[in-house]
């Protein structure tokens, strides 16, 4: 199956503790994102990389961090630098070719910080 | 802040009936689409309509698009069941850092039996 698996579903931490969410996709895609959802409310961008080894910045990249050393992979770390970590967190991907606009989302990982 | 903006909030209809959805947005735009969430999923990519386009069809979805007023829309006929589940519309900008999605706030559809 062609996909992407994030993983696990729910996650749950102490505050002040470091978490990382996995983010894995066998679509041969180039380009891959993180998002946060809060409750009732869209989409915002965390990060997001063009190619391997490289990323940038989104709209709320304070208190997370990414690394990009594999196509497939694209792990997300909330800080403990992070306010409000509590949310869902959704990766995404997506090709490079002209007309590859689409992004295929992960089923995500509910995370709760007490 | 969130570039577009989803009008309503939320929507209850009957079966068979249409649900319209709308989204206005900020800035210019390479391509407006729209995707779908099912309660705690991931989204699911549902039509895409091109800056240079007007309206474009897909089975039973019809998306418009108004550049001048930078605004969007989302028709749904002869609506199922099935198809209740959170909409948004998102706006593809690209920037000095490739292409970017930026995602409304959101309608929540529910259709009844």
């Known amino acids: 199956d062609g996909g992407i698996t994030q993983s696990p579903k729910y996650l749950f931490r102490k505050e002040g503790q470091n978490v990382t969410l996995s983010c894995e996709q066998n679509l041969n895609h180039d380009a891959m994102y993180w998002y946060r959802q809060d409750p009732g409310q869209g989409l915002r961008l965390i990060y997001y990389s063009q190619i391997v080894n490289d990323f940038q910045k989104g709209d709320i990249a304070e208190g997370y961090s990414v690394s990009r050393e594999k196509k497939e992979s694209f792990p997300l770390t909330v800080t403990s630098a992070q306010k409000n970590p509590t949310a869902f967190y959704l990766c995404?991907?997506?090709?490079?070719?002209?007309?590859?606009?689409?992004?295929?989302f992960g089923p995500g990982t509910r995370l709760t910080v007490t | 802040s969130q570039q577009g903006e989803e009008d309503p909030q939320a929507l209850s209809i009957q079966e068979g009936e249409n649900a319209t959805m709308n989204c206005s947005y900020k800035t210019s735009i390479n391509n407006l689409q729209w995707y779908r969430q099912n309660s705690g999923r991931g989204l699911v990519h549902l039509i895409l309509?091109?800056?240079?386009?007007r309206e474009k069809h897909s089975g039973r979805l019809r998306v418009t698009l108004d550049t001048s007023k930078k605004s969007s829309s989302l028709l749904i006929t002869a609506s199922r069941a099935a198809d209740t589940a959170s909409y948004f519309c998102?706006?593809?900008?690209?920037?000095?850092?490739?292409?970017?999605?930026?995602f409304g706030t959101g309608t929540q559809l529910k259709v009844e039996l």
């Open positions: 998102a706006t593809d900008i690209l920037t000095g850092g490739g292409n970017k999605l930026t």
């Open positions: 309509i091109r800056s240079n386009e």
């Open positions: 995404a991907s997506k090709g490079q070719a002209p007309a590859d606009y689409e992004q295929y």
